[in-house]
């Protein structure tokens, strides 16, 4: 079946212009999530949506990072004012949330391939 | 910032050899898992494991937990070229409610043939 799947795979622009990156989920699935990977590191969380909702934006790193989810599928990740240190992969991932042991949750998220940003 | 640090950062080994890569984290997790990563881009999800086990397996795939250590490994057994890629741990805190990870840096695995 469709995986995760994001566009654009690649993105060039010049700093101080506008991006929008999208990311649409496996279908059916509630939660969905929003990484950013620089160079050599591990993925960082940016923000968690739950529906249409942002239920965690804590990882975003300033004002210039937005994100929506109008439909409660398809994600857009909007930066503003891009600067060179925006340079990175951007990974969505979605999930079915399913309660677990003890209060928590136990659920695989599903990436995907990611977008290349390089800000010049 | 992140959470977990893996250990060693590159791994370079022979094919059929073991590989084992090693995670420490500092916070109580709801559970921890393994992800793969071939050539920077999308993750695939390899194992979890609960905060109350000790160990699980799939396929060639050994993951140990101890929480008493804040600790995790990742053993891969009898390896192939194609085993080749990076490999992250990411831990779920125990107060998130949700699956937010957090990852580690990461170790780079080199299977040569």
């Known amino acids: 079946g469709a995986g995760v799947s994001q566009t654009p795979s690649n993105k060039v622009t010049e700093k101080g212009k506008y991006v929008e990156l999208r990311c649409d989920p496996i279908s059916g699935h509630t939660a969905l999530y929003w990484y950013r990977q620089s160079l050599g590191q591990g993925p960082e969380f940016l923000i968690y949506f739950q529906g249409t909702g942002a239920a965690d934006d804590s990882g975003l790193p300033n004002d210039r990072f937005f994100a929506v989810r109008p439909e409660g599928s398809v994600s857009t990740l909007k930066i503003q004012r891009t600067e060179r240190g925006d340079s990175a992969v951007y990974l969505c991932a979605s999930s079915l949330i399913q309660a677990g042991g003890s209060g928590g949750y136990q659920e695989t998220q599903y990436f995907g391939p990611g977008t290349r940003l390089l800000v010049l | 910032s992140q959470q977990g640090e893996e250990d060693p950062q590159a791994l370079s080994i022979q094919e059929g050899e073991n590989a084992t890569m090693n995670c420490s984290y500092k916070?109580?997790?709801?559970?921890l898992q393994w992800y793969r990563q071939n050539s920077g881009r999308g993750l695939v999800h390899l194992i979890l494991?609960?905060?109350?086990?000790r160990e699980k397996h799939s396929g060639r795939l050994r993951v140990t937990l101890d929480t008493s250590k804040k600790s995790s490994s990742l053993l891969i057994t009898a390896s192939r070229a194609a085993d080749t890629a990076s490999y992250f741990c990411?831990?779920?805190?125990?107060?998130?409610?949700?699956?937010?990870?957090?990852f580690g840096a990461g170790t780079r695995l080199a299977v040569h043939p």
């Open positions: 916070t109580s997790i709801n559970n």
């Open positions: 990411a831990t779920v805190p125990f107060s998130g409610g949700y699956n937010k990870l957090i």
């Open positions: 494991i609960r905060s109350n086990e």
